[in-house]
């Protein structure tokens, strides 16, 4: 009730003032629980990663390191925190958040907006967490070389987390989803991975890419994270789509989050899980609301999930709640871990 009544006070405010205001309240202790749910059925491996569950908490949130230990106390089985970028930089102009009530979904621009790999590596640095967390690496604005600002974070930050995903898929900073294409990224990504074979521990490096992706461009992108040895992908980004939506902030710019973007990026993992038939886990993101969507998502192909707008409606408390739900939906079904639900719905939506 107390939740209900603060994020129906957070909505009467400016939606990245509101997400700043949340920072805070974690900064202070408030609103976490008691750690990840666990049960033996939630137990699961991700890219090497145990987790105590599959609900994870996807980038942007806490873009600059400041309150993961707080949100490992939410109920999330791992975190991702970022993006970072060699420099800080402010982001795109304000306003750059839209909330679509009406949609259960959110627009942003923000551009990469973070206070840089510096900062973000200190507090990483001085971390106790429970559960695992990663760093999504991004490129600043003005660089005169992308791809090599992504790897350059991995080696400043890499010995403070448990993973990194490379970011080419934010559609905030211009011409960046170019990266996308096959020679581009695979220039990217050996950079990335000669940086990661310098780290003291190899750690696992995930691909974050697009829902707005063709059927080639996808198969594309199963082989060159095949060929450069990646730890897993991440399906997906924000859509640049608009289709069906009802709210008057519809024709923003930037890129859309929440519910309209469920099925969009849940067709998208199933094919690429049709595509690498298991040589690569999957994480799925986008649209994640309740427990069923996130069984959804994992019997599309994904091992593990990420939520993030729809945390704007439900509140921290959600990743328990889904996490508990799917636990519920496993024994239901009779499946004894995660893993062995995953893929078992694939077909349903190719």
């Known amino acids: 009730m107390l939740e209900r009544l603060v994020l129906a006070g957070m909505h009467r405010v400016d939606p990245e003032r509101a997400h700043g205001l949340a920072i805070g309240a974690l900064k202070l202790g408030l609103g976490t629980g008691n750690g990840p749910v666990r049960t033996p059925r939630l137990k699961t491996s991700l890219a090497g990663m145990e987790l105590a569950n599959p609900v994870g908490l996807a980038a942007g949130f806490d873009k600059n390191a400041e309150v993961v230990g707080p949100l490992a106390q939410a109920g999330f089985g791992f975190i991702e925190v970022g993006a970072a970028t060699p420099r ?3 982001g795109n102009p304000k306003p750059r958040l839209f909330r679509l009530t009406e949609d259960q979904a959110a627009i942003n621009r923000f551009g990469f907006n973070n206070e840089g790999m510096d900062v973000i590596a200190k507090r990483l640095r001085s971390r106790v967490v429970g559960v695992p967390v990663g760093l999504n690496l ?17 080696r400043h930050c890499g010995p403070h987390v448990d993973f990194a995903t490379v970011n080419v898929s934010s559609p905030n900073t211009e011409k960046l989803r170019d990266l996308q294409g096959r020679a581009a990224l695979s220039a990217l990504l050996a950079g990335v991975m000669e940086a990661r ?6 750690i696992p490096v995930f691909l974050k890419i697009a829902p707005d992706l063709d059927d080639d461009a996808l198969a594309e992108i199963a082989e060159v994270a095949l060929e450069a040895g990646l730890a897993g992908i991440i399906a ?11 709210s008057p902030h519809k024709n ?86 995660v893993a062995d639900a995953v893929g078992t719905g694939r077909g349903d939506w190719l």
């Open 236 to 246: 997906t980004n924000t859509t640049l789509s608009r289709d069906g939506l009802k």
């Open 88 to 90: 800080p930089q402010p």
């Open 138 to 154: 991004g490129a600043n604005k003005d660089s005169k070389d992308r791809a090599k600002d992504f790897a350059t974070v991995l």
């Open 252 to 337: 923003e710019a930037g890129g859309l989050s929440g519910q309209p973007l469920f099925e969009k990026s849940t067709r998208v993992l199933a094919r690429l899980s049709e595509l690498l038939d298991g040589k690569v886990p999957l994480v799925g993101v986008g649209g994640v609301g309740s427990a069923e969507q996130a069984y959804a998502k994992i019997r599309a192909g994904a091992s593990a999930v990420q939520i993030y707008t729809a945390m704007v409606y439900g509140g921290l408390s959600l990743a328990g709640e889904i996490a508990t739900g799917l636990d519920a939906l496993l024994e239901r079904d009779g499946f004894a871990t």
């Open 197 to 202: 074979s310098e780290l003291r521990t190899a």
